[in-house]
């Protein structure tokens, strides 16, 4: 017998009270920020935005004079309230909590504690998340919040199941940080390798628009026009969450007679996100090295070349290249680019043999940092499905019936 099961059985050998969410705990949704303050220059005070609460960290600052009551300190618990109810511990210090996202604090450290809460919120909120509507834009309301009930076993069993669960925390944490700073390296020696600065020879740089065959905007696809079957298709903001330099299979798929004036992307050609939320990544490129003939959404830019595709990724992902995506751009709540931009990107490029030689040297490098399967992430991805096992076999209590 654990020590958990030892210590149910000592103190609530009848089973566990479970109360309404909001009898025990708050929350507090965030403040409707004026975007046109915001900046990425580190100037006022950080900002937990809907895109910040998976990491619990920030590049957004804002100016804006907020009510004290949204601002945040390290460790507060946070909720994304739009797409996906990820559910995250904030990890700086001081902060704003920002409109769509929601701060959860229990009512009495006595009754239950915070560290409990985070924990058993994660697949609650998955829970409910799965339970919407697919194929729209899932929304976290507060009707959802009044129904959710949660356990609450005495202090002495919350201390110990928060104890164990935090020590998987701790070195998943730990093994990314690892990870981090490896791609970090990664990154440095792919900029270094693709400077040519030692290279035997001059390497000549051509602008995109020199090597291109054709270049194009794709069509736009609606959110409720995705299927789970059908003609495979990019929308551009998966550009920004789900592909990295390359890919071979779209995650979506969607209806031909739902596209008006239908764009086709095939094999070697790269994609380009020219509408984004960030002056840094906007116009963020992916090679696609599939042999499907797929569907590019809207706010698509399509290049079709001659040249080795994961090469041209992988040039256009360098600092130098992204400095001039986001060159002239402005910041605000949506950032844009265009075909003429895209046009004018300007990178070295050196023969296909060379290119080759490049890619499988490159291609190493990005598995050992994004491959599931292997190293580091496959550790990080075993070390948190070991978590979530333990942390439902500890969070699953027979209720008490008075």
């Known amino acids: 017998m654990s020590k958990i099961e030892r210590l149910i059985a000592k103190y609530c050998p009848d089973g566990i009270r479970y109360e309404p969410l909001l009898d025990v705990a708050s929350v507090l949704y965030g403040y409707p920020c004026d975007a046109s303050l915001f900046n990425e220059l580190g100037e006022g005070i950080p900002l937990a935005r809907i895109r910040d609460v998976l990491t619990g960290e920030t590049s957004t600052f804002t100016t804006e004079q907020v009510p004290e009551k949204y601002f945040l300190s390290r460790g507060d618990l946070l909720v994304g309230m739009d797409g996906n109810f990820h559910v995250s ?52 309301l507060d009707k959802d919040i009044k129904m ?114 239908p764009k086709y992307f095939e094999h070697g050609d790269i994609l380009f996100a020219i509408t984004g ?45 992204r400095r001039q995506k986001s060159k002239g751009k402005i910041k605000s709540k949506v950032v844009h680019s265009s075909v003429p931009a895209i046009e004018d990107i300007e990178i070295p490029l050196p023969s296909l043999d060379v290119q080759e030689i490049i890619v499988n040297i490159l291609d190493n490098f990005e598995r ?23 942390r439902d076999k500890l969070l699953s209590f027979r209720e008490y019936k008075s």
């Open 89 to 140: 511990k904030w990890n700086m210090d001081g902060g704003i909590l920002c409109q769509r996202v929601c701060k959860f604090y229990s009512n009495n450290t006595q009754v239950l504690l915070d560290g409990f809460l985070s924990h058993w919120l994660k697949p609650v909120m998955k829970n409910v998340e799965n339970g919407k509507q697919s194929g729209t834009v899932k929304h976290l």
């Open 277 to 321: 939320e960030s002056v840094d990544d906007i116009a963020k490129s992916v090679a696609y090295v599939g042999h499907d003939r797929c569907l590019a959404g809207g706010d698509i830019v399509v290049l079709r070349h001659k040249q080795n595709p994961k090469y041209l990724s992988y040039a256009l992902a360098t600092d130098n290249a």
């Open 148 to 261: 959710i009930r949660v356990p609450v076993p005495p202090l002495e069993v919350q201390r110990e199941i928060v104890r164990v669960l935090d020590d998987f925390t701790l070195l998943t944490a730990e093994l990314t940080a690892e990870l981090t700073a490896r791609r970090k390296q990664y990154e440095y020696y792919r900029d270094s390798l693709l400077s040519f600065k030692d290279a035997v020879g001059a390497v000549p740089r051509v602008r995109l628009k020199d090597i291109a065959i054709d270049i194009y905007r794709g069509s736009g696809i609606k959110r409720d026009q995705v299927t789970e079957t059908g003609i495979p298709c990019v929308r551009y903001g998966e550009i920004y969450t789900t592909y990295n330099t390359w890919f071979d299979k779209c995650v979506s798929h969607t209806v031909k007679d739902a596209v008006s004036s």
């Open 368 to 390: 050992m940092c994004n491959d599931l399967s292997v190293g580091l992430p496959a550790e990080i991805e075993a070390r948190q499905k070991q978590y979530e096992y333990y």
